[in-house]
Each structure stands twice: as C-alpha cells, then as structure tokens.
C-alpha cells in the first residue's frame, strides 16, 4: 500500500494550513447558518437537563446508513443525532467539513467515529469547547503528525492492502474501493452477506492521499474519550485499536465483531455512546 501511495503525484494537495483550514470552516459554517436560519438546537431530557446532540461520523469505503442502527436507539433514548457525510476528501480537508457542521448545532455534543472517522473528529474537535466526549469504534485516534497508513500498519493483521482494492483515477488524484470478491472478508465478515453486497454497492471512495497526510493536534488529549475495540478486525488489527485506546487514556470496551462493529453490534455501540453522553 505504501509503494501505491508513493506513486501517486501530490500536485495540488498540499496540506491545508491553518488559516486556509479556519477560513473554510467559518465560510462553511456562515453558509449553513444563513440557509437554516439558526443554529440547530439540542434536545432536554424529561429531567429538563439538555441532552447532548450525538455527531456519528463514517469512514471510508462506507457512508452514514452504516450508523442507522446505533442511530436508532440513540434517537428512541432521546438524543438529537447527526450523521452528516464525510467527503473523504483528505484529513485537512475533512476535518474542516466537519468543523464548519459542528459550528451550527448550539449545545453540549458526543462525537462518535468509525474507522478513518476518528481521524476526521479528532481534528475537527480540537479546540471546541462543546465537544463534552470522544467515541472511537474500531477508529483511528491519532497523535500530532501520525498517519492512517502507519497506523494500521503497525501491528501486523490488516487485510486492507493493495490487492483489495480497485482503483479509479480522478484529476490529480485516484480514489480507491475494497474489490467486491473480498469485501465481506476484509470489511464486515460477521454480516449478512445480502447486507454486506448492498454495503459495497454504496461504499463512498477515499482519495488515497489521506493514508499519507499527517493528523493534527489531537483533540483527545484535552477530551475524555472512550473506544470500542472490535477484536476480528481484518482492517483496523485490535492490537492498533488498544494502544491508541490506551495512550488516549479512554474508557475502553471490547466486542467479538469485524471492523463494522456499528453493524453488527449496534446495541454494544449505543449503550457506550450513551455512557460517554450521560
């Protein structure tokens, strides 16, 4: 995968900068205001404390529809939810994204993230006071200058490498998708397969450029964070999800699940992001 990676020509994806990252997140955020009108407002529980709204965040080779059934129950519990859509664009970019969505809900928020999700909140969350917690499921919580790529390498495991993925050039760059031959077995070996081809169908692409781009200060380092390890892992390997659990200090829990433990363990991932939440 690194080889792949260090084929592709980086002509015009210089990492953001930080004036260019806040520029377009308050652009996007002034945007979003004046279409809603206001900022969405957060719901109060029957005991007339506000409750926080819950931000569920996707990762590659997915979309949003993967949180629905954690959604679900955070919804009938009486959480305000959001699952907005990751472009997938790069960690810079993204990031922003996110940052500019975060800006137009009032109120307390738990962000919860699945797989290169992690990356994306905890840049977005840096520096944002109404981020009360952090949930990580089977996702990347990374220090100042890591990278997706050397994270998931570091311990032996993944099954996500170059002979997984089709690719498809765009512009300057080239987007990848796990092949539909192994997508079961890499991805969400504990579903359906009928669930698991229309996963495949849907997956949303990742420019590979983001295996390379190096994280920024890390918002778990100032953020009580919690993490759900998915011990059968083919993507993200337990032994990665520990050590970044660990070192993030967070409340940890573990499940007999694929890298989609949002899927096939909905119940186990609602209830530690109500934990998180309470």
């Known amino acids: 995968m690194s080889r792949l990676v260090n084929e592709l020509k980086l002509k015009g994806s210089t ?3 930080t004036t260019r990252r806040t520029l377009l997140a308050g652009a996007a955020a002034a945007a979003a205001g004046a279409a809603l009108g206001a900022p969405a407002q957060a719901y109060s529980g029957r005991d007339g404390m ?46 922003a994204y996110l940052a500019s969505v975060l800006a137009t809900i009032d109120g307390p928020l738990v962000l919860a993230a699945h797989s290169y999700g992690g990356l994306v909140v905890t840049n977005a969350a840096t ?7 952090l949930v990580y499921v089977a996702a ?5 200058g890591e990278t997706l790529l050397g994270l998931q390498t570091r311990y032996p495991g993944s099954k996500l490498s170059e002979t997984a993925l089709d690719f498809r050039p765009y512009g300057a760059g ?9 997508f079961r077995d890499v991805f969400a070996g504990d579903v359906p397969r009928t669930t698991t081809d229309l996963m495949w169908a849907s997956q949303r692409p990742a420019d590979l450029r983001t295996l390379q ?14 993490y759900l390890v998915a011990r059968d892992d083919n993507v993200l390997p337990a032994a990665a999800q520990r050590f970044m659990a660990r070192r993030a200090g967070a409340r940890t829990v573990e499940v007999a699940a694929s ?16 934990r998180a939440a309470s």
């Open 174 to 182: 080239v987007d990848g998708y796990i092949k539909k031959a192994v």
């Open 127 to 133: 520096g944002n006071a109404n981020v009360k917690a």
């Open 140 to 144: 990347f919580a990374a220090d100042q």
């Open 15 to 17: 990492p953001m900068t």
């Open 259 to 274: 890298h989609v433990a949002m899927i096939s363990q909905p119940a186990a991932t609602a209830e530690l992001i109500m």
């Open 213 to 226: 781009e190096p994280s920024g200060v890390p918002a778990w380092k100032a953020t009580p964070s919690w």
């Open 50 to 95: 506000q409750k926080p709204t819950v931000v569920l965040v996707h990762g590659a080779f997915a979309d949003a529809s993967g949180w629905n059934a954690v959604a679900g129950r955070l919804i009938r519990a009486g959480y305000p939810v959001i699952a907005p859509a990751n472009p997938l664009r790069g960690v810079a970019a993204d990031s």
